[in-house]
């Protein structure tokens, strides 16, 4: 059966087992919370997780984390098994390629020195090399970040353990300058530029991530259908847009899926990719996602085809 047929099977007949079949890729996935409850309950037969409510803002989410997950990552090791039971609900979605990222704090509040978490996360890449490939992403908290942090964050980009790096958090929480520096460093080391921008926020914060980060990815990004001009600007500078429907219904970004930015983005000429984002909280498996965005006639499987085959460049 070739590539398309499959994808016809898999959306046609609403049936995953297909999709799981087909090279994809999940770019925009926080390991600490990428794990479907599934591969959770197997890591953590006894801890009860209750149901992420729809809200309207980011703090909620947070609280939510919070609340109910923090608990089981105060320590080297939770934190350790919760990237593994993301990296392994990948791998038994049949993701060939995973971008997950992992926060810069542990390596200060939870190792020694800095290049203890580095051998950690290698040591779990390796584990899974020949079933996964695995990327990771430096992570930053936008309201957590300290400039005493910056230091070590260098430390970490110059590791080479990371392929990219995202801000992400509460966008609205700090100025976007701040992470100049950061970002100037990733660059020189060829990392891939990414940060949760125009989710929250508007067009213009992306125009203005783009410029100052020299990004070459944008999370979510919206909100950039609000203004032509910036459109352009990002086709221009050939942006990628790792989209995530089902985070942004639950946080309200959208109030209709029908009417999802990722359609007009995708007509624009935007590259955009199809994500999970947290399926830990959000509850949707990749093929959820995209079963969505073809049952509400966002896409039609062609297009689709489309969207997971740019994912994979
Ligand atoms: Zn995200």
């Known amino acids: 059966m070739n590539e398309l047929e499959l994808m016809n099977l898999a959306f046609k007949e ?3 087992k297909y999709f799981d079949q087909l ?27 209750s149901h992420f409510e729809t809200s309207n803002n980011i703090k909620s989410l947070s609280l939510f984390i919070k609340n109910n997950i923090i608990l089981l990552s105060k320590t ?13 609900t990948a791998i038994n979605d049949g993701i060939t390629q995973l971008d997950i990222s992992v926060d810069y704090r542990n390596a200060i509040y939870m190792y020694k020195h800095f290049n203890d978490y580095v051998k950690d996360l290698k040591k779990l890449k390796d584990k899974y090399k020949q079933q996964i490939k695995i990327n990771y992403d430096l992570g ?32 609205l929480s700090k100025p976007i300058d701040l992470f100049v520096k950061i970002y100037q460093t990733a660059q020189k080391f060829e990392l891939c530029r990414k940060a949760h921008v125009g989710e929250f926020g508007t067009a213009q914060d992306i125009y203005i991530a783009i410029k100052l980060l020299h990004l070459n990815t944008i999370q979510h990004g919206i909100a950039i259908i609000s203004d032509q001009q910036i459109m352009r600007y990002a086709k221009e500078k050939n942006i990628q847009f790792n989209i995530c429907p089902t985070s942004n219904i639950l946080l309200s970004r959208i109030t209709d899926i029908k009417n999802h930015p990722i359609k007009e983005m995708f007509n624009f000429g935007l590259k955009v990719t199809i994500n999970t984002d947290d399926q830990l909280i959000f509850e949707r ?29």
């Open 14 to 16: 609403n049936n995953k």
């Open 23 to 49: 090279k994809k890729s999940d770019l925009h996935n926080h390991a600490l919370l990428g794990s479907n409850r599934k591969v959770f309950n197997e890591f953590f037969p006894t801890y009860h997780l």
């Open 76 to 88: 080297k090791e939770g934190q350790i098994k919760l990237f593994e039971c993301t990296i392994l």
């Open 140 to 171: 930053i908290s936008r309201e957590s970040f300290e400039i005493e942090h910056e230091s070590t964050i260098i430390n970490l980009i110059k590791s080479k353990i990371f392929n990219g790096i995202d801000l992400y958090g509460d966008e």
């Open 285 to 313: 498996s990749l093929f959820d996602e995209y079963m969505l965005l073809y049952s509400n006639k966002v896409f039609n499987i062609e297009e689709l085809n489309i969207i997971r085959i740019n994912s994979l460049s």
